[in-house]
């Protein structure tokens, strides 16, 4: 629901305009007027029900899961922010137990009329997704791990008490981050790309490889990184762009393996810095793709 709210994710998801303008011919009109209410986008950046959601019963299903939210008391949902105390605020009094109970029902009109009809693939790979790297945990590390599911970040673990990772289809390239404290929820981008039945089309992979690349401003950001590695703000300053437009280059470039990211010594900064070996992956992984082609 957050894609659609949030303009942030409207034409830099790789959802795109295209399916917010689908979706806005398919949504019924009081639920359209209600995504648009100002407390819908705060209450989803501010990850509102994501307490309940660490609670949840594992195993269950969308309305098995709206069932059991409808179901918390006033009492339950103090249970659950108690448990995360960084997150106490937002449910304060009477207004917050009444915020959480809006929310909760526009949830379940949204699955009525959007999410239950989505391809059941999608929810069938992230469940795959989720499983497959569970089960690499143990050879991996948390460090690893995190780093393949991010496309190339590093946490802060000296920092970090619990991290809990979840793969989304929706905010594709981008990781959505809910830090309360030492807890941390990382949504991190798990697309689903529907099969193609032309067997000499380009893997998405690629494709999003050779778009990053295919921006004059991207590879000047990259070569502002490739002898040594700057904060976000070092590379503002360098390339002469709005912090804007260059986090959504950075989000582009780490999609596409191109570009890393860790805290800095202090943990205060995120430090940039290009992936290794860039001109070998390309030339590779290009060759893989024109060797694989049938001959003309």
């Known amino acids: 629901m957050r894609a659609w709210v949030d303009p942030t994710f409207r034409t830099t998801s790789d959802l795109g305009a295209e399916w917010h303008r ?3 011919g398919a949504l019924p009109p009081d639920v359209l007027a209600d995504l648009k209410h100002r407390d819908v986008k705060r209450w989803l950046s501010d990850g509102m029900l994501l307490p309940a959601v660490l609670a949840m019963p594992d195993g ?15 009492s339950d949902w103090a249970d659950l922010y108690a448990r995360t ?7 304060e009094g009477s207004d917050g137990a009444a915020a959480v109970s809006r929310l909760v029902a526009l949830l379940r009109r949204w699955d009525t009329a959007y999410f239950r ?8 790979h992230l469940s795959e997704d989720a499983a497959a790297r569970m089960a690499a945990l143990p050879t991996q590390g948390p460090d690893e ?3 393949e599911a991010t496309r190339g970040v590093h ?28 807890l941390q929820v990382t949504y991190y981008p798990s697309p689903w790309t529907p099969p193609n039945a032309d067997e000499g089309a380009p893997s998405p992979e690629l494709l ?29 300053a360098a390339v002469n762009l709005s912090k804007g437009t260059v986090h959504h280059h950075l ?46």
Not at 85 to 91: D, G, S, V
Not at 117 to 124: A, K, N, Q, R
Not at 263 to 277: D, I, K, Q
Request: hydrophobic fraction near 45%.
């Open 22 to 24: 689908k979706l806005r």
């Open 60 to 74: 269950a299903s969308v309305a098995e899961g709206l069932d059991w939210l409808e179901a918390r008391t006033s």
């Open 85 to 91: 105390p960084h997150a106490a605020p937002r449910l």
């Open 117 to 124: 009809h989505l391809d059941p693939c999608v929810l069938h």
């Open 145 to 147: 791990a995190v780093f």
């Open 155 to 182: 946490m802060d673990f000296e920092r970090l008490t619990q991290l809990v990772l979840i793969p989304q289809h929706h905010l594709s390239p981008w990781n959505v981050n809910f830090e309360w404290g030492p």
């Open 208 to 236: 999003r490889l050779f778009r990053a690349l295919a921006d004059e401003s991207r590879l000047r950001i990259l070569r502002c990184i490739a002898d040594s590695p700057r904060t976000f703000t070092e590379i503002v």
């Open 251 to 296: 989000v582009a470039l780490r999609a596409a393996g191109l570009v890393t990211l860790r805290p800095n010594e202090s943990g205060l900064h995120m430090v940039y810095r290009c992936r290794g070996a860039v001109p070998k992956r390309l030339a590779e992984t290009l060759s893989a793709y024109l060797e694989g082609a049938s001959p003309e």
